[in-house]
């Protein structure tokens, strides 16, 4: 079953594309019709690329790796901002920040500078210092947070990225590219959907369209982190049953003679259980 139904896309204005002067022409696989000299998006073909797109974010999620959001024009913004704090990922909704990706290392630098600035604050080293410094350090502060502030968490590259709108993200889209980062991105008729790996045609422009597919995207990768807890709990339940296993008394279970006469074929009275006794058999009386 669908994650999203037909309708849903259709009221939340998913089918309205661009003009047809700004059309990309590989985008036409997945273009309906033309009305009014607008583009209009098949969404049947929409609803079987949301559901690989959700299935794919799924086992990434799954696998406990992290999915970065990225969305800076205005009207994605809080939308995608609010999804990704829901799940936990980070995001990026202000000015990308040029070399995110494929010059991480310097940007981790930055990202530990900004919290470095933070223990100052807590550790008393404000107090020794002037107050111009200390306001150079402030605002130095809020500037970082601004821009990186979403990002503290990613500690190394993402395993994956969504995107919504792919023209204005093209920086983000050659970075992931040149680094093999997968990319799952909405596509709508003016881009182009052989750049992203995991193309989700649809209207990038209205709040609705956007609200509705991150939606259907953060839904999954709940589902993933949902099904990796379990797997964890049930693992950790194992391991558990088996160490309280291990740590009961063994019984020891005692054969009586008969049973180990039918198994050796050797009887309490024969030499060789007086010489597994520590006995020295008796001597047999020789008459003349």
């Avoid at 098949?42 to 959700?54: I, P, Q, R």
């Avoid at 609200?211 to 990796?228: C, F, P, Q, Y």
């Avoid at 010489?275 to 003349?288: C, F, M």
Wanted: hydrophobic share 40%; aromatic share 6%.
């Amino acid at each position: 079953m669908s994650r999203v139904s037909y309708d849903q896309l259709l009221e939340a204005g998913a089918h309205f594309g661009h003009l047809k002067s700004k059309w990309n022409p590989k985008m036409a696989p997945y273009i309906f019709m033309e009305s009014r000299g607008i583009h209009i998006i098949d969404l049947n073909k929409t609803v079987v690329k949301l559901d690989e797109a959700a299935a794919g974010l799924k086992q990434i999620a799954k696998s406990g790796r992290k999915i970065l959001f990225v969305a800076t024009k205005k009207q994605a913004k809080e939308i995608v901002s609010n999804a990704a704090k829901k799940v936990g990922m980070p995001y990026i909704t202000e000015r990308w920040p040029g070399g995110m990706l494929t010059n991480f290392a310097t940007v981790r630098k930055s990202v530990k500078k900004m919290t470095g600035f933070d223990k100052m604050a807590t550790d008393g080293t404000f107090e020794n210092i002037s107050k111009k410094e200390r306001l150079q350090i402030t605002r130095q502060k809020a500037k970082m947070e601004h821009f990186l502030g979403s990002i503290t968490d990613l500690t190394r590259l993402p395993a994956a990225i969504f995107i919504v709108d792919i023209m204005k993200e093209h920086i983000a889209v050659a970075e992931a590219q040149k680094l093999n980062i997968p990319t799952f991105a909405i596509t709508d008729t003016n881009t182009d959907p052989t750049e992203v790996d995991f193309a989700i045609p649809a209207n990038d422009d209205a709040t609705k369209s956007i609200g509705i597919i991150v939606d259907v995207m953060v839904a999954a990768i709940e589902e993933g982190l949902g099904e990796r807890k379990m797997d964890k709990d049930a693992e950790a339940k194992a391991s558990e049953d088996e160490a309280m296993e291990e740590a009961k008394p063994k019984e020891v279970v005692v054969a009586d003679d008969e049973e180990v006469a039918a198994a050796t074929g050797i009887t309490p009275e024969s030499p060789a259980a007086a010489a597994a006794a520590g006995k020295r058999p008796r001597k047999k009386k020789v008459t003349e």
